[in-house]
T-cell receptor
Framework: AQRVTQPEKLLSVFKGAPVELKCNYS??????LFWYVQYSRQRLQLLLR??SRESIKGFTADLNKGETSFHLKKPFAQEEDSAMYYC?????????????FGKGTHLIIQP | DVKVTQSSRYLVKRTGEKVFLECVQD?????MFWYRQDPGLGLRLIYF???????EKGDIPEGYSVSREKKERFSLILESASTNQTSMYLC??????????????FGPGTRLTVL
């Protein structure tokens, strides 16, 4: 079975400090992974996907197959980054599958 | 932009009532999903549907059923609401391209309280 783990329920850092939100996965195939974000009183939305290799709002995420990780990073945290972050695991193939989300990490950026 | 709407933002029901949560998407997506979101438990998939009249159980289907009579609409039904079904319910949709990992688009959520 596919598994994704977000070990931190809560992460608090100061504004301007680096941020790393951890996500580890177990999957035997070629993973395609996502990070979703939910800001206060807003709907859950895609932040970035592994395959695009882009930086969104200063965040990047690199797939490390050796460590089976897909950690989300930002060099300098901003207060508006405070939100719930969910890592989404690889697909089992086909468009019909739902996403088995990680349990989420609540990121708090302190001023 | 994809628009996923849910019929209610807040809902209060009594134990034993039958509850209907409606979700509509306007982007002709094949796949639709229902999740519940609880603190510390993240998002858990209840049911999903990959076509009209098709449904598949997710991780926690007990106590729920679904209906997809039209492509754009996916309903979640609580046959007899119980207090442990108090939660935030999220609907989502995604395109159905087979073999491609697709982004899901979420509705605003329905916060259901069962008294």
């Amino acid at each position: 079975a596919q598994r994704v783990t977000q070990p931190e329920k809560l992460l608090s850092v100061f504004k301007g400090a680096p941020v790393e939100l951890k996500c580890n996965y177990s999957y035997s195939g070629s993973p395609e992974l996502f990070w979703y974000v939910q800001y206060s009183r807003q709907r859950l939305q895609l932040l970035l996907r592994h395959i695009s290799r882009e930086s969104i709002k200063g965040f990047t995420a690199d797939l490390n197959k050796g460590e089976t990780s897909f950690h989300l990073k930002k060099p300098f945290a901003q207060e508006e980054d405070s939100a719930m972050y969910y890592c989404a695991p690889p697909s089992s193939g086909g468009g019909a599958d739902g996403l088995t989300f990680g349990k989420g990490t609540h990121l708090i950026i302190q001023p | 932009d994809v628009k996923v709407t849910q019929s209610s933002r807040y809902l209060v029901k009594r134990t034993g009532e039958k509850v209907f949560l409606e979700c509509v998407q306007d982007m002709d997506h094949e796949n639709m999903f229902w999740y519940r979101q609880d603190p510390g438990l993240g998002l858990r998939l209840i049911y999903f549907s990959y076509d009209v009249k098709m449904k598949e159980k997710g991780d926690i289907p007990e106590g729920y059923s679904v209906s997809r009579e039209k492509k754009e609409r996916f309903s979640l039904i609580l046959e007899s609401a119980s207090t442990n079904q108090t939660s935030m319910y999220l609907c989502a949709s995604s395109p159905g391209t087979s073999g491609v990992r697709n982004e899901q688009f979420f509705g605003p959520g329905t916060r259901l309280t069962v008294l």
